[in-house]
T-cell receptor, first 113, second 113 residues
Framework: KNQVEQSPQSLIILEGKNCTLQ??????????LRWYKQDTGRGPVSLTI?????NTKSNRRYTATLDADTKQSSLHITASQLSDSASYIC????????????FGKGITLSVRP | DAEITQSPRHKITETGRQVTLACHQT?????MFWYRQDLGHGLRLIHY???????NKGEVSDGYSVSRSNTEDLPLTLESAASSQTSVYFC????????????FGSGTQLSVL
């Protein structure tokens, strides 16, 4: 069964610090991996989409990495801000006509002043 | 600006009642999706559509139905609401191209009493 596991489940950091969120997956065949940010009471918003050939992708202070061999991804947040407090969801897409998505349960990040 | 909107934002209903949640997108996307989000679970796919008159069942489709009579709308109907359907419901859309990101609505919080 295809699965996406995220760790840690939750994280508290101080404003200005860096942090790294992890995602492991067993989805096969692999098409792409996505990171979404979900603010409380809102829908998820796309941060990055990475295909098999992409190792690193950045979006402002967010840097995602992908190791397709070990089936692992990380999302690194640099110089955290209070507005980074949210849930971060890893999503993996299957390769194929339906491009089925498997969602992780999300990591709750709290940035404290 | 293009957007995807859901209504209502909050809904309380009684068991056994029929409930319809609205989703409207102005992206002109062919693909539309309904997900539910519950504590301890990742987003789970209820139904999806790849175009007008096309509808497909997702992994948790029992008790739900959708119809796609135009490009912009994909209403979700709970035929006879059950307490197990208390959840937050998200509508999403994407273009037909591969590796395209999903755009999510802000969600509908549904409580079935």
């Amino acid at each position: 069964k295809n699965q996406v596991e995220q760790s840690p489940q939750s994280l508290i950091i101080l404003e200005g610090k860096n942090c790294t969120l992890q995602c492991n997956y067993t989805v096969s065949p692999f098409s792409n991996l996505r990171w979404y940010k979900q603010d409380t009471g809102r829908g998820p918003v796309s941060l990055t989409i990475m295909t098999f050939s992409e190792n690193t992708k950045s979006n402002r202070r967010y840097t995602a990495t992908l190791d397709a061999d070990t089936k692992q991804s990380s999302l690194h947040i640099t110089a955290s801000q209070l507005s980074d407090s949210a849930s971060y969801i890893c999503v993996v897409s299957e390769d194929g006509a339906n491009s089925k998505l498997t969602f992780g349960k999300g990591i709750t990040l709290s940035v404290r002043p | 600006d293009a957007e995807i909107t859901q209504s209502p934002r909050h809904k309380i209903t009684e068991t056994g009642r029929q409930v319809t949640l609205a989703c409207h997108q102005t992206w002109n996307h062919n693909n539309m999706f309904w997900y539910r989000q519950d504590l301890g679970h990742g987003l789970r796919l209820i139904h999806y559509s790849y175009g007008v008159q096309d509808t497909n069942k997702g992994e948790v489709s029992d008790g739900y139905s959708v119809s796609r009579s135009n490009t912009e709308d994909l209403p979700l109907t709970l035929e006879s609401a059950a307490s197990s359907q208390t959840s937050v419901y998200f509508c999403a859309s994407s273009s037909s191209a591969t590796n395209e990101k999903l755009f999510f609505g802000s969600g509908t919080q549904l409580s079935v009493l």
